[in-house]
């Protein structure tokens, strides 16, 4: 039964690399409940690099760079203190932090048009939200691959159409996921044993990101939105109460 839970994520990883991205942390709860939270976060990273790879080859024209290149200074530094973090946390310290964070960026999207037009109008070229989102994107993804939700915050409000806000968080996690490797290697939490069992779940990968291309193409983008973030608020609620 375990097997065919696996087996599943591994379809849902290309599903939502090529369709519902912040899908992926349900993947990520789930894999922290198979597995120590610690160690799941190094097996999970090389299967998001294949859905990452087919994401951005399909999606290779949909990318909007100027919001990527924004990010990229701040993203390093959340890597950074998420690489001293990941030190020394304990697995069931990790799973909390995670959920809390995405859960706190869910409540800003929900709320923000509450917060006065003016805010609204501004926080898309803000510089604080930029460097906020960066830092927590970096950082997320560093101590859990859990940066799907702030992402997904990110693109949200900057009202991407659904293949540009798949295509630019496809090179975006490309981006961070290949950065994050020696940094997971030096903690012992990618090796030898755990690369062999990512390669026994790379075509259930492929066959979720061929699906999820076909869904996106068919799927309003109201209901693309609300998508994202039930997903999101689910994986994190999950996580928090563990």
């Known amino acids: 039964m375990e097997w065919i839970i696996i087996v599943f994520c591994g379809f849902l990883i290309g599903f939502a690399k090529a369709g519902v991205a912040s899908m992926g942390?349900?993947?990520?709860?789930?894999?922290?409940m198979i597995f120590p939270a610690r160690e799941s976060v190094g097996i999970l990273?090389?299967?998001?690099?294949?859905?990452?790879l087919f994401a951005v080859t399909y999606y290779r024209r949909n990318v909007v760079w100027r919001?990527?290149?924004?990010?990229?200074?701040?993203v390093l530094i959340g890597i950074v203190l998420g690489y001293f973090v990941l030190d020394f946390v304990t697995s069931e310290q990790l799973k909390p932090m995670v959920g809390i964070l995405v859960l706190a960026l869910i409540i800003l999207h929900i709320s923000r048009e509450k917060l006065g037009e003016k805010f609204v109008e501004m926080l898309p070229e803000s510089k604080v939200f930029t460097i906020s989102m960066g830092v927590l994107a970096g950082f997320t993804t560093m101590i859990g691959n859990a940066a799907g939700g702030v992402m997904a915050i990110y693109l949200l409000v900057k009202g991407l159409p659904k293949k540009e806000f798949v295509g630019t968080g496809a090179w975006f996690f490309l981006f961070v996921n290949v950065i994050k490797i020696p940094f997971y290697i030096s903690l012992g939490i990618i090796t030898m044993e755990s690369v062999q069992f990512n390669l026994w779940?790379?075509?259930a990968i492929l066959?979720?990101?061929?699906?999820g291309v076909k869904v996106i193409k068919i799927m309003p983008q109201n209901v693309f939105q609300i998508l994202v973030l039930v997903f999101a608020?689910?994986?994190?609620?999950?996580?928090i109460i563990g």
């Open 25 to 32: 942390i349900l993947v990520v709860t789930i894999f922290m």
């Open 45 to 52: 990273l090389p299967l998001l690099i294949v859905g990452d």
């Open 67 to 74: 919001y990527l290149f924004s990010l990229v200074p701040w």
């Open 201 to 203: 779940l790379i075509p």
């Open 207 to 211: 066959i979720g990101a061929l699906i």
């Open 233 to 239: 608020a689910l994986g994190a609620i999950r996580l």
